[in-house]
């Protein structure tokens, strides 16, 4: 297992950006697939975007295409989400998990989570 501590969240305004860090602990960082959620309030938590454990294959949910952006430091074991074009409806908390490959979208494609980052986006 490996240990994922988010930062990066706070508030801003619609069309603003915001850049998310997801630290992580242990010496088998890179051989992870890592993928970031979200969880408004009353929602269940959504699939956001995920990496391969290279950074060579990314892939996106359909609502943040083109505005978010997945990346990798597999020397500093972290993993990043840029959020550009914030929007009122990305108001939530997020999370970085860490799974095991196959492009997984369902939160039981990863097996280790962080405590979440708040991001609010005010119109």
């Known amino acids: 297992q490996v240990q994922l501590v988010e930062s990066g969240g706070g508030l801003v305004q619609a069309g603003g950006s915001l850049r998310l860090s997801c630290a992580a602990s242990g010496r088998t960082f890179s051989s992870y697939a890592m993928g970031w959620f979200r969880q408004a309030p009353g929602k269940e938590r959504e699939f956001v975007t995920g990496?391969?454990?290279?950074?060579?294959?990314?892939y996106y949910a359909d609502f943040v295409k083109g505005r978010f952006t997945i990346s990798r430091d597999n020397a500093k074991n972290t993993v990043y989400l840029q959020m550009n074009s914030l929007k009122p409806e990305d108001t939530a908390v997020y999370y970085c998990?860490?799974?095991?490959?196959?492009?997984?979208?369902?939160?039981?494609?990863?097996?280790?989570w962080g405590q979440g980052t708040q991001v609010t986006v005010s119109s």
């Open positions: 990496i391969s454990w290279s950074g060579v294959h990314t």
């Open positions: 998990a860490a799974g095991h490959g196959g492009y997984g979208r369902q939160t039981d494609d990863f097996g280790s």
